[in-house]
């Protein structure tokens, strides 16, 4: 479902042009930050005898851990075959017990040494490229990047299924150019939603404009979905950024109609939670359609739901300890 028109007015601040960070920054494309390998599993043997390990003086450390399937990193347990061949425990599954380099049974053979090998190593964090400094004992290095601040981040689009990830300014040009989603500069905005058959409420999703503000980017959405056996309409923000950084901020949501409205204050959610997240938990302005009808006023068979919002950045105030308001002049 499509709204028949949307019209949109941002309201400009005045903010300094060489406050919004350019669009042509270095950006990620959908990588998996990973290097290319080499699979050298033929010239590593784990001796199931003696628990010996045998490497080929050209096989780094690194590479005697990778699994010869799945190309990751192998943590316990780490399987062998009897002739020595190790592979992860995912991957022992998939390969249906048979050890992919020599075909032979793989059994219930663990490699014991290779695990040891793996307690003593320390590596950095696979987004070090991307800025992450850490360094990681071998086991603790997966829990670590799966909440890295350094790791890409999702495309926020919520009106499809998009597997695009990067950087903030990589994501910013592809919602711009491949989604076609409105860009505006400034802390306010006015959204007018018309629908001339406000009946039809599909589960439907639409994002229709990123904002830069303080220098940051601001994702709006306005969507139309079944709230259990009731139609609602729902706006909310989220921050193009970390969790951490999203606190410092702060936005209102009101819409209103007939000398009544409705008014929603609270913080913007990071995109490292998902669209679907953010809805589910109706962390954001809430319209049932009686009352979105109401809003428009009429013989209520046409939605025309107007809403107007702002972003501000909270301050601390150094004499007092306490946050204060910084709006957009």
């Given at each position: 479902m499509e709204f028949d028109s949307i019209e949109c007015v941002s309201i400009t601040d005045g903010i300094d042009e060489d406050e919004s960070p350019q669009l042509h920054h270095q950006h990620i494309i959908r990588s998996q930050f990973s290097s290319s390998k080499t699979n050298n599993n033929s010239n590593i043997i784990c001796d199931g005898n003696n628990g010996g390990i045998s490497i080929h003086p050209a096989t780094s450390v690194h590479e005697l851990l990778e699994c010869p399937v799945c190309t990751n990193s192998m943590y316990p347990p780490i399987h062998q075959c009897h002739n020595g061949h190790t592979i992860c425990s995912t991957c022992k599954a998939r390969v249906h017990n048979r050890c992919p380099t020599c075909r032979q049974e793989l059994g219930d053979i663990r490699c014991l040494a290779l695990e040891k090998?793996?307690?003593s190593l320390e590596l950095p964090c696979k987004y070090g490229?991307?800025?992450c400094p850490d360094i990681f004992p071998y086991y603790s290095k997966l829990k670590h990047e799966a909440a890295c601040n350094f790791r890409p981040y999702?495309?926020?689009?919520?009106?499809s299924e998009c597997a695009v990830v990067g950087d903030i300014f990589y994501l910013v040009t592809h919602l711009r150019d491949d989604h076609k989603v409105d860009m505006h500069c400034g802390c306010t905005f006015n959204h007018r939603y018309v629908k001339s058959n406000p009946r039809e409420v599909e589960n439907a999703t639409w994002i229709l404009t990123v904002?830069?503000?303080?220098?940051?980017?601001?994702c709006l959405h306005f969507e139309a979905f079944q709230l259990g056996m009731t139609p609602v309409y729902m706006a909310f923000l989220r921050f193009m950024g970390d969790e951490t950084d999203a606190?410092?901020?702060?936005y209102s949501l009101e819409v209103g109609g007939n000398g009544r409205k409705l008014i929603w204050e609270g913080t913007p959610r990071s995109i490292r939670d998902s669209h679907r997240k953010v809805r589910?938990?109706?962390d954001g302005l809430v319209i049932q359609r009686n009352m979105a009808l109401?809003?428009?006023?009429?013989d209520r068979k046409e939605l025309k739901l107007r809403v107007t919002g702002r972003i501000w950045k909270e301050q601390q105030n150094p004499d007092e300890g306490a946050c204060i308001p910084n709006l957009c002049s």
């Open positions: 090998v793996a307690e490229s991307l800025g999702n495309c926020p689009y919520a009106g904002f830069n503000c303080f220098g940051q980017y601001f606190r410092n901020y702060s589910d938990s109706h109401f809003f428009s006023g009429g």
